[in-house]
């Protein structure tokens, strides 16, 4: 009896090349690139970066997410990036060097939030740029107002309705505040009125959720403290308020999150030593608010408290920064677990999705 041989597959139909592709990592997507012209256009269209990016965001192994952290020190800065999925395995994982699009003597950085992929960068002062760590693409914006001493707040976000990657500003000169709001696809600055008195309990940068920066301010009159949330439609530039948790009070020390996707609100309470975790699950109602967790006091509390960073699993983990470096909360087990980042320092952490985004085809020719 004659053997068969199997057939040899001589073409796959271009839906099952481009699922394929889809699942791959941005390091692999950008050698594939270079295979052919076809590969090439279809790898940069529009269409497929962005549903690149949504698989990848919602991938809930963290597969194609990580961490970044910088250090600056006597005018040098190192970087180093660490994979997302293993932090949730293992106790012990590994950092590696990476390169960074500034190239000039650095006094002071902050890395101010990451959108689809991209990460803004603040520098001395006046100085941004969009970095997307995935491609190495990154691009100087024009400077901010020289003219005012420094910065107060700001942020980085998505504006949907326009498709356009924008970033605010505030700058402050001890007489007056000028506000401003960076557009990628027009590359320059536009003034917006400001009006917010009220100072801002730290961070400065805002949490960027649905469209919106958002920050936590303290109004200080003589008789209580009190705070609320403030808002900042990237849109139209209009400030406004988002409804705190009904049953949070003054007392409350809040910090706010990005917890996959929604905005949160870690709340730390001294005198009854445990932490609560709300939810924002449904943007713009008030309602919506939900606790999901309640946090025991820990060795990792103290004069700096831990910080959410943007990430809960599905088994209801929480990734925290805390003075002593990062830490996973277990809430099943109701346990921290302190992780080993070998060559990971515990400055300017933050996590982001690998993206096939351009900061530069975004640019109005």
Request: net charge positive; charged share 25%.
């Amino acid at each position: 009896m004659k053997r068969k041989t199997p057939h040899n597959i001589t073409f796959l139909p271009q839906e099952i090349i481009t699922d394929i592709l889809l699942i791959l990592p941005v390091k692999s997507l950008l050698r594939f690139k270079c295979t052919s012209k076809s590969w090439r256009s279809l790898i940069s269209n529009k269409y497929f970066v962005k549903t690149h990016l949504e698989n990848s965001a919602k991938d809930p192994t963290f597969a194609h997410q990580g961490i970044i952290s910088v250090t600056v020190e006597h005018n040098n800065y190192e970087v180093q990036h660490c994979s997302l999925h293993p932090l949730f395995l293992r106790r012990v994982t590994y950092a590696s060097h990476g390169d960074f699009p500034v190239d000039e003597s650095i006094d002071s950085l902050d890395l101010l939030g990451s959108c689809n992929g991209l990460i803004c960068i603040h520098i001395n002062r006046n100085k941004y740029f969009l970095w997307n760590p995935s491609t190495r693409e990154s691009k100087k914006l024009p400077d901010f107002d020289l003219s005012h001493v420094h910065t107060i707040e700001d942020g980085f976000g998505f504006d949907d309705s326009s498709g356009d990657y924008k970033v605010y500003a505030v700058s402050y000169d001890q007489v007056q505040a000028i506000a401003k709001i960076y557009s990628l696809k027009q590359n320059s600055w536009t003034r917006i009125k400001y009006n917010n008195k009220d100072c801002i309990s730290s961070p400065r940068a805002g949490k960027f959720v649905s469209g919106n920066l958002h920050w936590i301010r303290v109004i200080k009159p003589e008789w209580r403290r009190r705070w609320y949330i403030s808002s900042l439609d990237l849109k139209n530039g209009v400030y406004g308020i988002v409804e705190r948790p009904s049953v949070l009070d003054d007392y409350s020390r809040p910090v706010l999150g990005v917890l996959n996707g929604c905005l949160s609100a870690f709340c730390y309470y001294r005198e009854h030593g445990y932490s609560d975790l709300w939810v924002l699950k449904q943007y713009g109602m008030r309602d919506s608010w939900s606790k999901i967790m309640r946090i025991p006091d820990n060795p990792f509390m103290g004069s700096l408290y831990l910080i959410p960073l943007d990430i809960i699993s599905q088994n209801r983990e929480v990734l925290f920064r805390s003075r002593l470096g990062l830490v996973v909360y277990k809430s099943k087990e109701n346990r921290f677990w302190y992780l080993e980042t070998n060559g990971f320092n515990n400055f300017h952490k933050l996590v982001h999705v690998e993206s096939l985004v351009s900061v530069v085809a975004h640019i109005e020719k």
